[in-house]
Nanobody, 120 residues
Framework: QVQLVESGGGLVQAGGSLRLSCAAS????????VGWFRQAPGKDRDFVAS????????KYADSLKGRFTISRDIMKNKVYLQMNSLKPEDAAVYYC?????????????WGRGTQVTVSS
């Protein structure tokens, strides 16, 4: 079973950038597709982006295309979410998730999340 740990969250000013990392242990990470989701207080958890086993294919929420980029480093067992031009409405807890299916929006394994705060 894969264990996921997110990192890289924090406080950033509007217009700034952050790169989130999702580290996997307990398995070969390239056997899994990986997704990023986010949840703001009082709101549903929303899909942000996902990436296929090798990283050759990606999917994004339409509203985030062009600002967010998902990537993976197979050798390091990590997946990244580069977030640029951040807006206050991007503030949320960001979760990394993994699954054995592609494409999918339903993921079996989840990390605990990392907080992103964007000041205006």
């Amino acid at each position: 079973q894969v264990q996921l740990v997110e990192s890289g969250g924090g406080l950033v000013q509007a217009g700034g950038s952050l790169r989130l990392s999702c580290a996997a242990s307990g398995t070969t990470f390239s056997d899994y597709t990986v997704g990023w989701f986010r949840q703001a207080p009082g709101k549903d958890r929303d899909f942000v982006a996902s990436i296929s086993y090798s990283g050759a294919s990606t999917k994004y929420a339409d509203s985030l295309k062009g600002r967010f980029t998902i990537s993976r480093d197979i050798m390091k067992n990590k997946v990244y979410l580069q977030m640029n031009s951040l807006k206050p409405e991007d503030a949320a807890v960001y979760y990394c998730a993994a699954d054995t299916s592609w494409p999918t929006y339903r993921f079996a394994y989840w990390g605990r999340g990392t907080q992103v705060t964007v000041s205006s």
